[in-house]
């Protein structure tokens, strides 16, 4: 496989068509014990960007991952990936998954060389391949970055 | 190399008259002269370079020249009296003689700069310091008042624009810009209510590092002259690739960059009419730029010296200084026929399904800078594609957000040319175009 199908994965095409997450829904009203936060991220240097919505319940889980942007095909599939990845999961998990994909995306294209790692990023491995191209992990980190922000600014990391 | 034609700035199409271009032996012959073009990428492919109107390569001559001066000459300029200040005075006076014989300007009318933005700053910035009283009344023209206007166009990289918005908020002046059309051009049917007496400064691109597009120079200087407006021309585009004489074009005030005209980083230079940087105040003050300083006060020293604060970048105006020679010699007019001819190839990627060309689709005034978007692919994708096959393109908003959003894109790709650019290389950045969407499955 070429260095370019190494980053372009099938599966990251196949987020970038017909990506999960997208499309803003509303947030739940805080009467409903949840917490919820919006953020609009962009990389300043190509014009992509996202806005992000996180839904926490009051267990302090991710209830739903909602999501707007328009960008290259590794910035819209990873968020997509991520949305998968995060949907229900505690907030203990999701810090896990945001520091082992920003592992993987310092990995210069090694991967994480552990397997428990990798199976829990599941197909957000496929963007192993976008880790040797420097100019393209923020693409990769956009909808990452936007999730952090959005659950800070929920005030869930500052329960849980 | 032929260059018989007079190829006229101003109104006029670069190359419309019979011009040559380059034969093939000159073109081989200016390539062997960029040893950066030997190189591969990707795995052993040949570099295809079509990234000049970000920055281009360089020349030995340019390198050579730069090493030199610092084995031989390397001293501080206009101080000292021993022989290596005398030297290294003389290679950095003579570096702006040859810089401002090349773009038909006196000697005293170019200013060293770090780069263009800095020589549009420096402007902006007098004008701040005239509005508040500085440079007493030989500094009146460039006095703003609220209700004065600054007319831009949506054309503009943000280099000549933000230093203006920026005038506009530290004045009270009001902002205003001239639109552009559909194919890329700058729009003229409203000029006349849109440079009126309220304006002091029209400050424009010479050529659009976006769309290729020349701007017509000869109809706007005369518009700004009517009204008594002074013209800033952002000429970083058109300098390195078609002739220029800023004499002949009447503007007041021009900005272009070393690096983009097969010099170094680290340089650039102001043009300004004589008369007005007499008057002009400055900007950055400090060592180098002072006649008589007390602990009161400071008289300050003619231009160019007074815009040259501190010690100046001198090996980089010396290689910028021999860019400028390498260029003479080749011959701008037949410069500017190469780039129409290339420019002519990059256009057929119009005919490719799913691309869609940003600007002016006749080669008529514009240059081989030419962007565009493929159906359903991001520009990234598009450019990492090529970069993939060893072709290099620019991908993004080219610094030019305002032009981007006007055509509905947030992300155009972009290939540009340069002196060392041939045609073989525009149909291989056809071919690897042409096999994009295919690879990202578009329909």
Known sequence: MSTLEQMYQQVILDHAKHPVGRGLVDLPSADQGHLAGESHQVNPTCGDEVTLRVDVTPEGSVAGVSWEGQGCSISQASVSVMTTLVEGAPLAEVARLDRLFHDLMSSRGKGLGDDDAEDALGDATAFTGVSQYPARIKCALLGWAALKDSLARSGALATS | MTTTATVRPGDTAPGAASAVGLSTTELAAVRADFPLLERTVRGGQPLVYLDSAATSQKPQVVLDTEVDFYEQRNAAVHRGAHQLAEEATEAFEQARAAVAAFVGADEGEIVWQPGATAAINVVAYAFSNASLGRGGEAAVRFRLAPGDEIVVTEAEHHANLVPWQELCARTGAVLRWIPVTDDGRLDLADLDRIVTERTKVLAFGHVSNVTGAVAPVATLVAAARRVGALTVLDACQS?????????????????????????????????????????????????????????????????????????????????????????????????????????????KIADIPGVRVIGPLDTADRLAVVSFVVDGVHAHDVGQVLDDKGIAVRVGHHCAQPLHRRFGVAATARASASVYTTVEEVVAFREALAGVRAFFGAE
């Open chain 2, 239 to 347: 300098v390195p690739n078609m002739p220029v004489d800023f004499h002949e074009l009447g503007v007041d005030f021009a900005a272009f960059s070393g690096h983009k005209m097969l010099g170094p980083t680290g340089v650039g230079a102001l043009y300004g009419r004589r008369e007005l940087l007499e008057a002009m105040p400055p900007t950055v003050t400090g060592g180098s730029m002072v006649e008589v300083v007390t602990m009161e006060s400071t008289t300050y020293a003619p231009p160019p010296q007074r815009f040259e604060a501190g010690t100046q970048m001198v090996a980089q105006t010396v290689g910028m200084g021999c860019a400028a020679q390498y260029l003479g010699e080749l011959g701008m007019a037949g410069v500017a026929q190469h780039e129409t001819e290339l420019a002519a190839e990059m256009l």
